[in-house]
């Protein structure tokens, strides 16, 4: 009798825990799962995003949602695994989006509380509105572009500004470099644009110039879906 | 001079309830609400007895120092209804007058004396008990364009209150209410299984409380943009419907019935727009003209803003520049190619009228007017900048039995203008002028004259002109020249909203926009409005100085002052006041008499409150509305106005009364004219008995009686009781599909003080499917 009462107060407490619905996906191409309590279902436009939910996307997947609580939008490209928390406090709202590998670009609308994405090499906090955020578990690199406003990044405890038009290269071992957005190509990073939403697919070349200089060329296919 | 007293005399008795009851001598009448809800849908019918209405038009404004905005009206039966949105802040008086054809095709109004000055009025009555709360527009964001893939609606809500049933939530797209979406205390969602059609779609929220009383809306619009498909991919949408009469006329004791189908249809052909739609009625004769009306219409966008148009059948273009066309029916072709910067639109064909008939052996004739109309534009009217070069000839076409019936002569006319529109600051600042030229030929019967038959007269112009004059439009006889000027100032920033207008209309300018538009006048008009006290406070002032007969030397001059002060307290304890303060001077100028030219000048002054209380535990709102003015012109007129409202919502059921009393008092002791009314109104929403939350079923009773008295002219005596039960149902299916039905009923009993009394009664239905 005992045992069964624990168990019920413990089902009622869970139960009581609804699922806190924070996130709600706008747009999804090619393959995108998402792991839900324990579950893995594919994503499709207006499927919700609960609280530790783990997105992932594959070879040609693509994601964009938006936060229910601001309406800060989260786009994230092929190949990444993203897995998004949320706490209040108080009134304000936090964010924390893990990012374990990939290329995400997060637009912050209102800022109504911390927004942070976090790797496990340095931590990004938005100050500002808009930026890219690119991990890679291999070698540990997590690169933040800032396109609007200011990110605080946080690298083995130091705290850098990356200011808008900047870039910040932070690596495993705990240093880091700054680079000018123009140096984008030179890091392999494909920079996010407004029309992209409308793009599954993209063909993306590496070539060097006369001076040895890598750059990148990137082909948008048209959606023959 | 008649005219302008008549002016006068309209302006002096404007608080009149304008009732329009003028039995026997108009064919419509339309009941006025005395007062309006700020943020509601309110409908507006103008009942016609008989079949004398081809088609009729809406003109409305909620501020004064707008332009009056047109709508088409339905119909619905021999009546026809339109349903406008009420602005939810920020304006006190709804201003409305209609436009209709009749079956000679001639354009009529209601008020039928200068219905741009004399229109009907409302006051706007911003109710207290708005719930309010916080939410976010997730999808789609306000003024967003997103792909026809990408359409949902997501709202979040973040603190709704006890007091709101969020299960009674509605969710309207375009007007159409969804059944199958995901409601719940922390948010809304919508995922349409269909595609929405490209372009602007509003998007509608009502929330309501546990009485069912809506209580907060929002409401939004986003673009919805298509992206090529592969392969055929056809949609349609649209809507059927079925109306029908029977209508009986006590006087002549005639009985009528007819039924009209109309139906509207659009959606995708591939990459394809398309637009379609047809109106049969029964009442279409041949002999007279149309009433059948069809329009078939394709748009191919090939990027954003950019597309091109072909249609044909009754279009019903209106040009940005609306002294150019407006919203005729002419029945040929349109084509448009807009490349987003430089856009042109061009329209061809005729409009057909019959002849008034006074004789019989001439049944049947007609005569057309042949209409081309064409606009290059740079910009549209949505964006930032916007110039535009319009242009329209119309000519009298096949004319020939019309000698003598129209008693008036055929005629040509080409209008042309130019027109610019700045939008800036998020379109917070707004700069519009424009310049507009109308050459007409009063008559067309005579032969094309010759270059030397014009120097024969003396006048002395180079060939070349005339020739390019005789290219634009057939030279017959000196033609007169009109003009159109305007320009307008507008800013709505720091909680004010500021507009300064000017126009200039010769008396010869002639065009197919408005047929009811004002020429031979200047108005130069200012109007502020400021709001204070986080908007609870708002002061209003405005003045016009119009110059009417502009041509002549002497033109006659009114000058209009009015002051306002508004108080919409946030507290829910206090009342809304409103006090109004107008001065209307006017010179009239006898050119043959100085003895009879005079200046004369009225003031009047109108106090309003509105307040909502609980009373015999229900919920009330009052309004109770006094005007008075006065003339000092020595013939010692004066006029008073007194109106009550009163809104009830009872608590036992989901009822909701309403009473109006209106009583006038105007003129001088030797002729004085009173009139009183009063109407019952009762509305039962029968849903809850449904329990559904998303059916709309209810019934009404509608009790009127008005009176009028004339102390000289006892002829213009006469009592009118009126009593009207109607029904309305929606049954929402899936998504967008639904069906809307509505039967009415109305019997009218008149008595004139001087012949014997009779009935007019009068049945409709209606029936739709919108899918």
């Known amino acids: ?225 | 001079l008649q005219a302008s007293e008549g002016v006068t005399m309209r302006f002096f008795l404007f608080l009149l309830i304008t009732i329009s009851l003028n039995a026997g001598n108009e064919p419509t009448q339309h009941q006025r609400s005395i007062f309006v809800y700020a943020g509601s849908v309110h409908e507006i019918q103008l009942n016609v007895d008989g079949n004398y209405v081809h088609s009729a038009q809406l003109y409305y404004r909620t501020n004064q120092a707008d332009d009056f905005k047109t709508m088409k009206m339905e119909k619905n039966g021999f009546d026809y209804s339109v349903s406008i949105d009420i602005p939810d802040q920020n304006y006190t008086k709804l201003e409305y007058y209609f436009v209709y054809y009749d079956n000679s095709g001639l354009p009529k109004s209601s008020p039928g004396m200068n219905p741009v000055m004399n229109a009907y009025k409302s006051n706007i009555v911003k109710r207290q008990q708005d719930i309010n709360f916080n939410y976010e527009i997730i999808s789609p964001l306000l003024n967003e364009t997103v792909d026809s893939e990408d359409f949902m609606v997501v709202v979040s809500l973040l603190d709704v209150p006890p007091q709101i049933d969020i299960a009674r939530t509605q969710v309207m797209i375009d007007g159409s209410l969804i059944s199958n979406a995901d409601i719940s205390v922390d948010y809304i969602m919508y995922v349409p299984q269909i595609e929405y059609r490209n372009g602007t779609h509003n998007i509608e929220l009502n929330f309501f409380d546990k009485d069912g009383e809506l209580v907060n809306k929002i409401e939004w619009s986003a673009a919805v943009q298509g992206k090529p498909e592969s392969g055929i991919v056809a949609t349609a949408y649209g809507r059927i419907s079925l109306n029908g009469l029977n209508d009986k006329n006590g006087l002549s004791e005639n009985t009528r019935n007819y039924t009209n189908a109309n139906a509207n249809f659009y959606g995708k052909l591939s990459a394809v727009d398309y637009t379609a739609r047809a109106f049969i009625s029964s009442q279409d004769d041949k002999l007279l003209q149309p009433i059948n009306r069809f329009h078939g219409r394709v748009t191919y966008p090939f990027a954003r803003d950019m597309f091109v148009r072909a249609g044909f059948g009754d279009v019903s273009n209106t040009f940005t520049n609306q002294f150019i066309l407006n919203n005729r029916n002419i029945r040929g072709f349109e084509t448009a190619l807009y490349l987003g910067f430089v856009n042109i639109d061009f329209i061809k064909g005729t409009t057909k009228k019959e002849i008034v008939l006074n004789n019989i052996a001439l049944l049947g004739n007609s005569y057309e007017r042949e209409s081309t109309a064409a606009r290059f534009s740079f910009g549209h009217s949505n964006s930032d900048f916007e110039l535009g070069l319009s242009y329209i000839k119309s000519e009298d076409q096949n004319f020939a039995n019309s000698i003598t019936l129209m008693n008036d002569d055929p005629k040509e006319t080409l209008t042309a203008g130019l027109d610019l529109n700045l939008r800036l600051m998020d379109k917070r600042i707004t700069l519009s002028a424009g310049a507009n030229a109308s050459v007409h030929q009063d008559n067309i019967r005579p032969d094309p004259i010759t270059y030397k038959q014009l120097e024969d007269q003396g006048i002395d112009i180079p060939e070349s002109i005339f020739d390019f004059a005789n290219s634009l439009i057939t030279i017959r006889s000196i033609p007169s020249i009109g003009q159109a000027l305007y320009g307008s100032f507008t800013m709505n920033m720091f909680s004010n909203y500021f507009k300064v207008k000017y126009e200039k209309v010769t008396s010869d300018f002639r065009t197919e926009g408005n047929p009811f538009m004002l020429s031979g006048y200047t108005l130069l008009s200012f109007y502020d409005n400021v709001r204070l006290v986080e908007n609870q406070l708002f002061l209003n002032l405005s003045y016009d100085s119009y110059k009417f007969n502009v041509e002549s030397d002497n033109p006659n001059e009114d000058n209009r002052l009015t002051l306002g002060v508004t108080y919409y307290p946030s507290n829910i304890d206090y009342p809304t006041v409103s006090v109004k303060y107008n001065s209307f001077n006017q010179s009239l100028t006898d050119t043959t008499s100085a003895a009879l030219s005079s200046t004369q000048a009225t003031n009047m002054v109108n106090l309003e409150v509105s307040k909502d209380f609980s009373l015999a535990d229900m919920m009330h709102n009052a309004v109770v509305n006094f005007g008075t003015s006065s003339k000092d012109a020595g013939s010692k007129d004066e006029s008073n106005l007194f109106q009550l409202g009163l809104q009830s919502e009872l608590n036992v059921l989901p009822v909701v009364t309403r009473i109006q009393f209106s009583s006038t008092k105007s003129g001088s002791e030797l002729n004085l004219e009173k009139s009183s009314e009063l109407s019952f109104r009762a509305n039962y929403d029968l849903k809850t008995l449904l329990e559904s939350t998303i059916t709309r079923f209810d019934v009404y009773a509608q009790f009127n009686s008005i009176k009028t008295e004339n102390t000289v002219n006892t002829i213009l005596d006469n009592s009118l009781t009126g009593l009207e039960f109607g029904t309305s149902f929606t049954y929402p299916f899936e998504n967008r599909t639904t069906l809307n039905s509505r039967l009415r009923f109305r019997t009218n009993s008149i008595k004139p003080e001087t012949s014997s009394s009779y009935t007019n009664s009068v049945f409709t239905y209606s029936l739709e499917y919108r899918f």
């Open chain 1, 1 to 225: 009798m005992k045992y069964f009462l624990v168990i019920l107060l413990t089902m009622s407490i869970l139960s009581a825990q609804k699922a806190q619905f924070i996130a709600v996906v706008l747009k999804a191409k090619g393959e995108v799962e998402l792991n839900s309590n324990g579950k893995t279902i594919n994503v499709k436009r207006g499927t919700k995003i609960y609280n530790n939910d783990i997105v992932k996307t594959k070879d040609k997947g693509y994601l964009t949602l938006r936060f229910m609580d601001d309406k800060s939008t989260l786009r994230v490209r092929k190949n990444s695994i993203v897995k998004i928390n949320v706490s209040k406090e108080k009134s304000s709202v936090s964010k924390n989006i893990a990012l374990e590998v990939g290329d995400i670009f997060l637009s912050v609308v209102k800022k109504r509380g911390r927004t942070r994405v976090s790797t496990p090499t340095s931590v990004a906090s938005v100050k500002g509105t808009k930026f890219q955020s690119v991990f890679d578990p291999n070698t540990g690199d997590h690169i933040t572009y800032t396109t609007e406003g200011t990110v605080e990044v946080d690298v083995d405890g130091k705290k850098v500004d990356v200011e808008k038009g900047t870039i910040i290269l932070a690596k495993k071992d705990g240093t880091f470099e700054m680079f000018e957005g123009s140096d984008i190509g030179k890091l392999g990073l494909t920079p996010f644009d407004e029309e992209e939403d409308g793009e599954s697919d993209m063909l993306e070349f590496e070539y060097e110039d006369e001076n040895g200089n890598k750059k990148a060329v990137k082909i948008k296919l048209k959606d023959n879906e």
